[in-house]
């Protein structure tokens, strides 16, 4: 299987920045995208930023040019920079990989634990 370290969440004030960290490890063969997720209260979840591995990241609309991803391939991990946060950004954000595990050739899609954002003066 897939664990998921993920940090970085926090309640803030509209305008300030945060930092999100996912590690991924385990059984890994290899990680073919990684990239996060997340869920408000009464909302489904969505997609806010995605890096294939070898291309570049995309966006919500709703976070471009606010948000940026990275990844360090090397260290399985991802990396969400989150810039002029707004109150609507309010959410559980959810790392996301997509891997194939060393018992397998399959690939699948595995999901962290989620970490609290919280936008609000």
């Known amino acids: 299987q897939v664990q998921f370290e993920e940090s970085g969440g926090g309640s803030v004030q509209p305008g300030d920045s945060l930092r999100l960290s996912c590690v991924a490890s385990?059984?890994?063969?290899?990680?073919?995208?990684m990239g996060w997720y997340r869920q408000a209260p009464g909302k489904q979840r969505e997609l806010v930023a995605w890096m294939d591995t070898g291309d570049n990241p995309r966006y919500a609309e709703s976070v471009k040019g606010r948000f940026s991803l990275s990844r360090d391939i090397a260290k399985n991990s991802a990396y969400l920079q989150m810039n002029s946060l707004k109150p609507e950004d309010t959410a559980v954000y959810y790392c996301?990989?997509?891997?194939?595990?060393?018992?397998?050739?399959?690939?699948?899609?595995?999901w962290g634990q989620g970490t609290q954002v919280t936008v609000s003066s």
């Open positions: 385990g059984n890994i063969f290899s990680i073919y995208g």
């Open positions: 996301n990989a997509e891997a194939r595990l060393r018992t397998t050739p399959r690939r699948d899609y595995y």
